[in-house]
């Protein structure tokens, strides 16, 4: 069985990338990892894919088509265009719908299987002590602090863990990104730099051409 400390590290870790990647985003990767499977949902997304492109290729040409010199066929063209796109508009209708209910039930998932489950793990395991700090390294007050709610004094509780587990992510989740930022504006900045001199040295290259 794995340690506590290491799941409760890992489903911060968890709920802070969820947070961060945004559950839109992680909803419209499930959605296409989904429509991937050999479903019905997968049949009408084809169907849709299948149903834009003929509008798309209709309309091109009916764009292509007079509507004065050839009218036979731009009115063939028209009556073929709109029940194409009526067919799509349907289709994208059921899709939009179904993929709400899609999104609501991942959104209820995702969140049984992280906040949810962090929940039940801290109140089922309130009690239990995560680890022991030496006799008389803090206050006693301290202690009482770092047990709550209801570990031993002297320990550490699942609740204190999680909180510290959800702070260093944070702080470490921001160094990265600044560690970033800070990287790419000075790739940035030295590119700027490398441009100018390479354009002098051009122009005094062009100049002693003209010398010689």
């Known amino acids: 069985m794995p340690s506590l400390l290491l799941v409760v590290f890992i489903l911060q870790l968890v709920i802070h990338l969820i947070n961060t990647v945004g559950a839109g ?17 997968s049949t009408d997304v084809r169907r849709q894919t299948e149903l834009q492109r003929e509008v798309l290729r209709l309309k091109r040409e009916m764009n292509a088509t007079s509507s004065q010199d050839e009218f036979a066929k731009w009115a063939k063209l028209r009556r073929q265009h709109d029940k194409t796109l009526a067919e799509y508009e349907q289709e994208t209708q059921s899709l939009q719908a179904f993929k709400a209910q899609f999104d609501s039930a991942m959104g209820v998932l995702r969140w049984l299987g992280t906040n949810g489950l962090r929940m039940f793990i801290q109140f089922w395991f309130s009690k239990q002590p995560l680890f022991w700090l030496p006799r008389g390294w803090v206050p006693g007050y301290i202690e009482w602090i770092l047990a709550f709610p209801r570990a031993p004094t002297g320990s550490i509780s699942i609740q204190v863990w999680g909180i510290a587990c959800a702070s260093a992510i944070s702080i470490v989740s921001a160094s990265i990104v600044a560690t970033w930022m ?9 590119k700027d730099k490398g441009e100018p001199m390479n354009m002098e040295a051009r122009e005094g290259q062009g100049g002693e051409k003209k010398e010689l």
């Not at 909803?27 to 949902?41: A, D, M």
Request: aromatic letters at 8%.
């Open 25 to 41: 985003a992680i909803n419209n990767l499930l959605w296409v990892l989904y429509s991937q499977l050999p479903t019905s949902t």
């Open 182 to 190: 800070l990287l790419m504006e000075q790739k940035g900045a030295n």
